[in-house]
C-alpha cells in the first residue's frame, strides 16, 4: 500500500512540475520564477519519498516539459540545474557548510556554463538572453545564494509547519 501512495504522489509532483514550467514558458518573463517553484516539488519528493522517487521525477518532469514547452530555454534550465538542484542539496548539505556551499556554487556554475553554451551554440535557441559575460554570471550567482536561502525557508517551513498540519510525516 506505501509503495503505491509514493507513485501516486510522484506522479501528482511530476504533474505539478510540468504545469509549472508550462505556465513559465507561455509567460516568458515567469520562466525563471516556474523553474524556482518547480524545485518546491522535487523537495517534496526529496523529504517525502526519498531513494530513487526524486531522481524519476526530475526525470520524468524534465523530459515532458522538453517535450511539451514551447519555450525549450525553461526545460533545458529545469533539466540542467533547477530540477536537479534540490536533491544535491540534500546531499552537500550534510557536509562541512564551506565545502557545501563550494559544492552548490560549482554546481549551479556547471549548470550556468552549460545552459549558456547548449541554449547558443548547440541548440542554436533564438536570443536567451545569455552571453557569455561577467555581470550575467554574477547576478546568476547572486540570485542563486537567494535562491538556496530561501529553499532553505521554504524547507524548514514545510517540515515544521505544513507537514505536521497535513499529518503526512508517517503516510509513506
Known amino acids: 500500500m ?27 518573463v515567469l520562466d525563471l520564477t516556474a523553474i524556482v517553484f518547480s524545485m518546491i516539488f522535487i523537495i517534496i519528493a526529496v ?34 540545474f533547477g530540477g536537479i538542484y ?20 560549482s554546481l549551479f556554475n556547471t549548470g550556468l556554463l552549460l545552459i549558456i553554451l547548449l541554449s547558443e551554440y548547440i541548440l542554436h535557441l533564438p536570443d536567451t538572453g545569455f552571453a557569455f559575460r561577467v555581470p550575467i554570471i554574477l547576478f546568476g550567482n547572486l540570485f542563486f545564494i537567494i535562491v538556496d536561502l ?5 524547507i524548514t517551513f514545510y517540515i515544521m509547519v505544513i507537514r505536521k498540519k497535513l499529518k503526512l510525516k508517517n503516510l509513506f
Open 86 to 105: 534540490p536533491i544535491f542539496k540534500e546531499i552537500f548539505e550534510r557536509k562541512h557548510y564551506i565545502i557545501a556551499w563550494t559544492l552548490k556554487l
Open 47 to 80: 523529504i517525502e519519498l526519498g531513494g530513487a522517487f526524486p531522481w524519476v521525477i526530475y526525470a520524468v518532469t524534465g523530459t515532458l516539459a522538453l517535450l511539451l514547452c514551447p519555450l525549450k530555454i525553461v526545460a533545458l534550465e529545469y533539466i540542467l
Open 2 to 28: 506505501k509503495q503505491s501512495k509514493k507513485i501516486a504522489l510522484g506522479s501528482m509532483l511530476s504533474a505539478l512540475g510540468v504545469i509549472t514550467l508550462l505556465a513559465g514558458s507561455f509567460i516568458e
Open 150 to 154: 530561501a529553499l532553505t525557508r521554504i
